[in-house]
């Protein structure tokens, strides 16, 4: 008989990520990284001009990140040992918005910080990606967990059977971050582990559990 299966995003989810890329433009770019903004665009500036980055220049500085300082990336507080409770029962995978030829850094990156799991890169909206991998797997049920609205939409109008827990780790952009379960894309938004783990057990094992906002 198939496992249950959590498929679950990486960053700002296992680890975390925007905080880490702050510190780097400030000592590295000499960029400054406004956290508590909504636009990402206008949040980055010349620190000694103050002029906007433009945004072709944002997607140069978050390719040089991950090319070269993933390992600034610590683990989100409590996703360790919750992906390790979750994998008693259940398979885990992980689906990440990077490029294809980031597939084995990623992988790398995640075990050294105590995740053992599959990671199938993707980019552009999650749901394609999420029903080829249920494709494959076949589990008795699924659970979709990730920090972006737009993925929750996704997977919601591809895999609608699947239960969809928006949680966004970092403090400093969450409130920030539209909520899917408002919007009806998600069936919770808790954005911590301490209260995602039980509600994502819940979803695995066909408990009732109340929804989250």
């Known amino acids: 008989m198939s ?12 680890l975390y990520m925007v905080s880490h890329f702050r510190d780097w433009l400030a000592e590295e770019e000499g960029v400054t990284f406004e956290m508590g903004t909504p636009d990402f665009v206008r949040a980055m500036r010349r620190t000694d001009s103050g002029e906007p980055i433009a945004p072709e220049e944002i997607w140069k500085l978050l390719n040089a990140f991950f090319d070269n300082q993933m390992h600034r990336q610590l683990p989100v507080t409590g996703a360790v040992e919750a992906i390790r409770t979750l994998g008693q029962d259940a398979d885990v995978v992980v689906l990440t918005n990077l490029m294809d030829f980031r597939q084995e850094a990623r992988t790398r990156q995640l075990l ?7 990671v199938f890169t993707n980019q552009g909206p999650k749901g394609p990606a999420l029903k080829a991998i249920l494709e494959e797997y076949r589990p008795s049920r699924a659970v979709f967990v990730d920090d972006l609205p737009q993925h929750h939409d996704s997977v919601a109008g591809t895999a609608p059977d699947v239960g969809r827990l928006h949680l966004c780790a970092e403090p400093l952009i969450a409130p920030h971050i539209a909520c899917a379960h408002k919007a009806g894309h998600a069936h919770a938004r808790i954005d911590d582990w301490e209260g995602a783990l039980p509600w994502l057990l819940a979803r695995l094992h066909d408990e009732p559990e109340k929804e989250r906002t």
Request: charged share 40%; aromatic share 0%.
């Open 112 to 118: 050294e910080r105590g995740i053992d799991a599959r």
């Open 3 to 14: 496992r249950p299966l959590v498929i679950t995003d990486c960053d700002e989810v296992l």
